[in-house]
């Protein structure tokens, strides 16, 4: 098989690249700082490697603003702390950088309130998805308990504030629009359904099976 490229590199891409690789960098580094044994191991090898995406990725503000966000996280819960919405917050904040980063005016305004959202919505699903298996393995998990309708209520608001932001968008791309739209309106509520589900009739993803008990949603 001959390799083709399918899609033209282009400043968004690149940019969704290297917040990603960002995103990954800090994620497995926090890890491997609160990981013992085999996890901690596999972390630490994770890490060498992801250090060179770190660099390649180049982006320093946004790279500082994720390491803060990432140890006020880590912070929040190693205190055992068991209110989600203020763990959540740093979640939001977080994403809400890597939304808005490089945009200016109301493009950034926009940008920065549905990362929030999207940020603290993210952190609720893993925190509900993850919570049997936290239980079962002794693991901090921020949910007080399997509160399953709490928490979907906490969870549309959260899908309430990223749409009235989303509806502000002007005239952007129409594929594009339609494809945020999508996310927000069909697949977001499905999987949030879903995870909620589980969580009342107590049974944990059977695909989390395996996974670190140091893995924290993000």
Not at 2 to 19: D, F, G, I, Q
Not at 33 to 62: H, I, N, Q
Not at 65 to 93: H, T, V
Not at 187 to 213: F, V
């Amino acid at each position: 098989m001959k390799k083709k490229p399918y899609l033209k590199s282009n400043a968004e891409l690149e940019y969704c690249a290297a917040a990603g690789a960002l995103l990954a960098y800090y994620s497995i580094e926090d890890n491997a700082r609160d990981s013992r044994g085999v996890p901690e191991l596999a972390a630490r090898t994770a890490l060498l490697f992801s250090r060179r995406m770190r660099k390649k990725a180049g982006l320093p503000e946004l790279s500082e603003a994720i390491s803060d966000r990432i140890s006020e996280l880590s912070e929040i819960e190693g205190s055992g702390e068991k209110d989600p919405d203020r763990a959540a917050e740093k979640s939001g904040e977080m994403t809400a950088e890597v939304f808005s980063h490089s945009l200016e005016g109301d493009a950034a305004r926009i940008a920065r309130e549905i990362g929030f959202h999207v940020g603290k919505w993210v952190y609720f699903a893993d925190a509900a998805d993850d919570y049997y298996r936290d239980l079962k393995r002794k693991a901090y998990n921020p949910l007080p308990g399997p509160d399953a309708e709490s928490l979907r209520c906490a969870m549309n608001l959260e899908l309430e504030g990223a749409a009235a932001a989303f509806e502000l968008i002007g005239d952007a791309d129409p594929g594009i629009k339609n494809i945020i739209g999508n996310i927000l309106y069909l697949g977001m509520p499905a999987r949030a359904e879903k995870i909620l589900s589980a969580l009342e009739n107590g049974t944990p993803d059977p695909h989390k099976k395996g996974q670190s008990s140091d893995d924290r949603p993000l």
